[in-house]
C-alpha cells in the first residue's frame, strides 16, 4: 500500500477512520460535540514509554458513553489499539493521550434528534501537558477559591467527563486576576467540588481527605488514596466545606495530566503550621507525589508501547504489586 | 488573483480568515471552543434574501464577547460584511447564519490560560433550519417538560449564548423516549426557562407571558412582544411555574430558527378550551405567527444582501415601520 511519510512530531491523531498529523486533527463546525458540548472524553498518560491505569480510563471513558448514550463506532479492543498507536506513531515516551466521542453531525440535515446523529470517535498522543506546570508544581500552586458555584450534577453529571467548562473558565479568569494559577469551585450549598481538570485533597494530621460530590472519580484520585494506605495515611472521601481547605496543613491536587500537584496557597490563607511564614508544598503532598513517580519507574498498573512496530502497538501488560 | 470555483450550494464559510464551502469548515480538537465549550455564538435569519434584525443580532453577540472576555480579530463593521459575504456565496435566499467566536488554541503549548489563546471569528451561511420542523409547527409541537434542571445562571449566565447544551441534550433524549418533539426546562426553583434554542410563551386570556429569568434575551422573544402590542395583546416578561405552562390557553416557543413555533401539547396536558378533545396550535398563538411572517414580507428589520456582488455583499437597509 502506498504510504505518505507524515510528520507526527507534534503528535499523532485518529480521526474520521485515519490517522493524521495533530495539525489535521479536526472537527467540523455543526459536530454537535462543538455545537452543543455534546461530547465525552477522557485522558490517559504515557510516561516513561508506558500507559498508566490505561484499562481503568476504558473503564471510565465506557461509563461516560453510556452516561451520554454515545456509540462510537470502536470497540473497546479497537480504542486501545488506536490509542497505543497513536502513541507509537508519535514516538513520544511521555505523552497526553486522548479519546474523545463526539455525537457528530446529523444524518437528516438541521435535525435537532441526537439520534439522527452518526457518534464519532478520536483519540489523539501529544505531548505531555501540566495542567499545573513543573515551575509551579516546585514551589507549591495558588489555588484561588471561585465566586461562581460549579455547575450543579443534577444538570450536568460530573462523574460523567465533559467539556462543559465554562463556570471553570469563569474561575480561571478570576483566578489569573488575583495572580493565583488556578481555582477550584465550590457546589451551591459551599461544598469543596473540583477544579479544571482535577481533583482536590486537603491534608489535616493523618487524614487525607477529598471531596465526595460535584467532582469527577478521578483515575490519578484513586492513586492516591491507594498510595495513602502504602503510607500508612487516611485517604478519606468524605464532604468537604471550604473550611476544610483554608485550615488545611497542606493542600494539593490530583490529575492525569500532571500528577500530585502540590499547592502553597489557598484562596488569601498560605498553608502549613506556620500560616503567615510557610508558602510551600507541605511533606505529606511532596512523600504521596514522590511515591507516586517512584512507582511509575517500577512499572506500577503500566501498558508499555510498542514504538517499534505502530501496527503491533501494544506489548503484554506489565505489572507491579 | 487565481480564484478556485468552490461549490458552496450546501453552505459558505469563514474560518480562518478565508471562505470555504461548509464542508470545510473545520475547528482544531484542540480549540478550547471544543475542549472546554469556551466560546459564544450568535444566530442571524436571511429570509427572502434579506437578513432580519442584523444589528439586533450584532448587538447581542458583541455582548456575549464581552461576557466571555472573548476578542475575535474582526471589528463589528469586518464582521457584517462576512456574514453577508457567506450568505452572498451561498446564494441561499433563506439562510441559517452563524456567527462564532472560539478561545481558539493555545499559542503556548500546554497552557491553561485563556489570556494565551487566540480568539478566533468563524461564520457561516447555511440553509433554513427549523427548530421545530414545519410538519411538526402545522399539527402544533409536543413540549415535554424536562425532569432536570437548567444549569444555573450563577454558573453559567444564559443571557450570554452559549454551546453549553448538556442539559438540553438530556431534555431533548427525555421528550423523544416519550414521543414529544422538544423540552422545556425548570429551574431548580421550579421556574420555567426556556428550551434548547428557543424561548418558551405561554397565553391565558389577553396575556402573553415569557420566562424573567435562566432563558436567552431572544431576538424573536422581542419581536413577539413587539408584534404583540400591534394586535393588543399584553405581553409580559414575568416569573412563570409550570403551572403557568400547563393551564395555559395556547403554549409556543419562538427563535431565530424557526420563529413562531405554536405547541399543542406541553408535558401531559393538551391545550385549549377543551383540554382533552384539543391537540392542536391556538388561534393567537397562529395570529402572532402569522403577522410575524407578514411583516418579514414588508421588510421589517430587513437588510438586504446584494447577491450579484459578494465583494459588497450588503446593500442599504431596508426598513418599514
Known amino acids: 500500500m502506498f504510504?505518505?511519510?507524515?510528520?507526527?512530531?507534534?503528535?499523532?491523531?485518529?480521526?474520521?477512520?485515519?490517522?493524521?498529523?495533530?495539525?489535521e486533527a479536526k472537527i467540523p463546525v455543526g459536530d454537535w460535540g462543538f455545537v452543543h458540548s455534546d461530547v465525552t472524553y477522557d485522558v490517559v498518560h504515557?510516561?516513561?514509554g508506558m500507559f498508566f491505569r490505561l484499562e481503568d480510563h476504558l473503564d471510565r471513558f465506557h461509563r461516560?458513553?453510556?452516561?451520554?448514550?454515545?456509540?462510537?463506532?470502536a470497540t473497546r479492543e479497537q480504542m486501545r489499539e488506536i490509542l497505543a498507536r497513536c502513541v507509537a506513531l508519535s514516538g513520544l515516551r511521555e505523552a497526553f493521550v486522548a479519546m474523545i466521542s463526539t455525537r457528530g453531525v446529523p444524518r437528516v440535515y438541521g435535525s435537532r434528534r441526537p439520534s439522527d446523529c452518526d457518534n464519532t470517535f478520536i483519540a489523539y498522543a501529544c505531548p505531555w501537558v501540566d495542567v499545573i506546570s513543573k515551575a509551579v508544581q516546585e514551589k507549591?500552586?495558588?489555588?484561588?477559591?471561585?465566586?461562581?458555584?460549579?455547575?450543579?450534577?443534577?444538570?450536568?453529571?460530573?462523574?460523567?467527563?465533559?467539556?462543559?467548562?465554562?463556570?471553570?473558565?469563569r474561575g480561571l479568569h478570576e483566578a489569573h486576576d488575583h495572580g493565583y494559577e488556578t481555582a477550584v469551585l465550590l457546589d451551591s450549598a459551599g461544598f469543596v467540588t473540583e477544579g479544571s481538570g482535577?481533583?482536590?485533597?486537603?491534608?489535616?494530621?493523618?487524614?487525607?481527605?477529598?471531596?465526595?460530590?460535584?467532582?469527577?472519580e478521578g483515575v490519578t484520585r484513586r492513586s492516591v488514596l491507594d498510595l495513602c494506605d502504602e503510607l500508612g495515611l487516611e485517604g478519606k472521601i468524605m464532604p468537604m466545606r471550604i473550611e476544610d481547605l483554608m485550615e488545611a496543613d497542606e493542600v494539593f491536587c490530583s490529575t492525569t495530566a500532571g500528577g500530585v500537584m502540590p499547592c502553597a496557597r489557598v484562596g488569601n490563607a498560605t498553608l502549613g503550621d506556620n500560616i503567615m511564614a510557610n508558602d510551600r508544598p507541605g511533606p505529606i503532598s511532596l512523600k504521596i507525589k514522590a511515591l507516586y513517580w517512584q512507582k511509575h519507574k517500577e512499572g506500577w498498573h503500566g501498558t508499555a508501547v510498542n514504538y517499534a512496530d505502530p501496527e503491533h502497538p501494544l506489548m503484554a501488560v506489565k505489572t507491579a504489586a
Do not use: C, I
Open 64 to 73: 461516560s458513553l453510556e452516561g451520554y448514550r454515545l456509540r462510537p463506532p
Open 140 to 169: 507549591g500552586a495558588h489555588l484561588w477559591v471561585a465566586s461562581m458555584p460549579r455547575v450543579s450534577p443534577l444538570s450536568v453529571d460530573p462523574t460523567f467527563k465533559n467539556y462543559s467548562w465554562r463556570d471553570f473558565v
Open 46 to 48: 504515557v510516561w516513561d
Open 3 to 23: 504510504e505518505v511519510v507524515q510528520d507526527y512530531s507534534k503528535g499523532a491523531a485518529y480521526v474520521n477512520g485515519a490517522y493524521v498529523p495533530m495539525s
Open 198 to 216: 482535577f481533583n482536590v485533597f486537603a491534608v489535616k494530621g493523618n487524614v487525607v481527605m477529598t471531596p465526595d460530590r460535584g467532582a469527577l
